[in-house]
């Protein structure tokens, strides 16, 4: 009888432990790199072989040989993926995708080394009758004109008036995404006086109003103490066509909190940067060791007109926040323009920064942090660098 458990034991505990290492899908998306260019990443938890085969130009399938592969998550349509099929053929399981007719692809795999990302870069062309069709002729559009700014002093801790910005021209409607970190269940970083999650969605707020007052379109990914994931907000970036892309959030000192305060601006980018990697960390809820497979994927997804538009976006929103800054927190430390593998800014197709305001947990930067003056001059900094960016770098992006 103790044999007959012993053995059933034994069944059962190597049965389950096939199955725990069945190759689990985790998620499926897809990220458009560029109007040409989409990547599909299909993370599992392990697979140690696949094959791509090409049934036609706009059919394939990736085969995994594990029969019964399991879901755990529901794969949706997206992009240019027209329908999606999963069966179990001759002990393997195979991912049957079609792609948009209108387009001609050419493909290229690659799976990380421990087996956990597969991305299939998809480069797609319009078909040759499309391409032969009349182009409609391209609307005038009239340049942004500059105009000067003119300077009136704070008295009261008084909301600065508008004509400290310019004006963009009647009709200029670019769309601005301001995303306050964290919110809901997830508080972020806890500092001496305050939450993470409250601070910046203060400083979203009114980084808001004063883009709003000139007429731009502002959506901020969370109006309330609402927890929308981080693939939420780059989603909704994507989904209402957003110009640029803004993250704001409060840093937090593990170590040496005495001295680590000030400002950093980030832009996306893999990072060997310890300190870089750590909080990227923190803000992706991954571990360090995670990163080094986020940092390939962004290598894969890596777009350099891209990030030499953030690059330049984070030098003047940089600028602008430490001048703002310091007219209230005369030692406002600016810690520089850094580049780190953030999740929020790996989906977003435009411009895209994360902003580092100060430290919640440094007493100095927590206690000004805490005004409300000074949390108006960081929306104001903020602001004007985006401004700054605008005028510059998108002055014939204007629609009507």
Not at 5 to 22: C, E, G, N, T, V
Request: net charge positive; charged share 25%; proline share 4%.
């Amino acid at each position: 009888m103790i044999k007959a458990i012993i053995s059933s034991f034994w069944f059962f505990l190597i049965a389950y432990s096939a199955y725990a290492m069945q190759p689990t899908l985790e998620s499926f998306h897809i990220i458009g790199v560029s109007k040409e260019v989409e990547n599909v990443i299909f993370t599992f938890n392990k697979i140690d072989s696949y094959r791509f085969i090409m049934l036609s130009n706009d059919y394939w399938y990736i085969a995994v040989p594990q029969k019964r592969i399991t879901i755990d998550t529901p794969i949706n349509k997206k992009l240019s993926i027209n329908d999606i099929l999963i069966r179990d053929i001759r002990d393997e399981t195979r991912i049957y995708v079609r792609m948009n007719p209108n387009y001609t692809y050419k493909y290229s795999t690659i799976l990380s080394k421990n087996g956990k990302y597969l991305i299939i870069r998809a480069k797609k062309e319009l078909i040759k009758q499309q391409l032969l069709k009349k182009p409609k002729p391209a609307l005038k559009t009239k340049p942004v004109i500059k105009q000067k700014t003119t300077t009136t002093k704070q008295q009261n801790n008084k909301t600065i008036k508008p004509k400290q910005f310019t004006a963009p021209p009647k009709g200029h409607r670019l769309t601005i995404v301001i995303d306050p970190g964290h919110g809901g269940k997830d508080p972020g970083a806890v500092g001496i006086y305050n939450k993470e999650k409250n601070v910046v969605l203060d400083i979203a707020h009114k980084t808001a109003k004063y883009l709003k007052k000139y007429g731009y379109r502002v959506i901020l990914t969370r109006t309330g103490d609402t927890y929308p994931t981080l693939s939420d907000r780059s989603r909704l970036s994507n989904n209402v066509k957003a110009d640029l892309f803004i993250s704001i959030h409060a840093n937090y000192a593990v170590k040496d909190r005495r001295n680590a305060k000030g400002l950093e601006v980030y832009f996306l980018n893999i990072t060997s940067d310890k300190r870089a990697i750590a909080l990227a960390a923190r803000e992706n809820g991954v571990s360090t060791k995670e990163i080094g497979d986020i940092n390939k994927i962004v290598l894969s997804l890596i777009q350099s007109a891209k990030i030499e538009k953030s690059k330049i976006l984070a030098l003047d929103v940089y600028n602008s926040m430490l001048k703002e800054g310091r007219k209230i927190y005369s030692h406002y430390k600016g810690r520089g323009v850094k580049q780190a593998p953030f999740y929020v800014l790996v989906d977003t197709r435009c411009p895209s920064i994360l902003i580092e305001t100060a430290f919640i947990n440094n007493r100095q930067d927590a206690r000004k942090l805490k005004s409300a003056t000074f949390r108006q001059h960081l929306a104001i900094g903020i602001a004007r660098g985006i401004e700054q960016y605008i005028n510059l770098h998108l002055k014939n992006k204007i629609s009507h």
